[in-house]
């Protein structure tokens, strides 16, 4: 374990791209070998708003990277937060890091953004996909990758964690959240095996469903016990899910990055529920 924390803690910018770009690259194959719907798309015309987004959230974590170092070190010198009020090995601590970072910086963060309006537009950016796959994961306006950033950075403080656990934490959040928005088809008994520790792909994609109140639940990135345990999850056969989102039905306009890049701007508007 500590030799993991001692890579994590010095892992190269080469080694992060590797992970971004490999996890792609892997689910991108996968998805056309076991796709779980056949889409009528031009698959990387498809792709290339979203990975414009994944590019601008690389470079503002990258630029905002010294608060979440600056945080880091301040903790672990002065010894703050909640894990560092006890006596732990280092095992547990770090499992404890990453089980609630991904609390508090991916559920807390992903329930917030869906009950504050102004917050809630700058996510639709990621709703409004019409055909969901891996390059979906990092579909986020630039203004929700700061407020990803900063409940992450929350995070880091309220729990104390070191530059190591985070870093493990975020390339373990980078690979799900592709894993769980690809396109690929798993077995019913597997997927549901796995949705009872994991987010799995199936669970996500109801998520996803274009109308609530499916569209509210089933919020976590990494481990599924989050929306278990604070009753916001929720089942749907895939068979049943209709991507996007009902306020915002323009596929055309929500395949166009300068269309994206202007819809949080626009005017709210109430979403209906399909219960």
Known sequence: MEWMINYFEN?????????????????????????????RYIKWKHALPNFFFTFTTVIINFSLAFFL????????????????MIEIPLWLHVIFGVFFLDFIGAYIAHWTEHKIKPLWMVHLVHHSDHHVDTTTANRHHPFESVVRFAFTLLGVFIL???????MLYQSLSVLMSQLNHANIRLSEMTDRYLSYFIV???MHKVHHHYMLPYTDSNYGNIFSIWDRLLGTYMYLTPEKIIYGVDVFPNEKENGSLKALLKQPFQPYQKPTTGI
């Open 11 to 39: 892992i190269p910018s080469t080694h992060r791209s590797i992970i971004l770009i490999g996890g792609i690259t892997f689910f991108w194959m996968l998805e056309g070998i076991l796709p779980l719907y056949h889409f």
């Open 69 to 84: 170092l600056f945080t880091a070190d301040w903790v672990s010198t002065h010894q703050f937060g909640l894990l560092n």
């Open 160 to 166: 104390g964690t070191p530059i190591g656990v985070i």
């Open 200 to 202: 799995s792909p199936n």
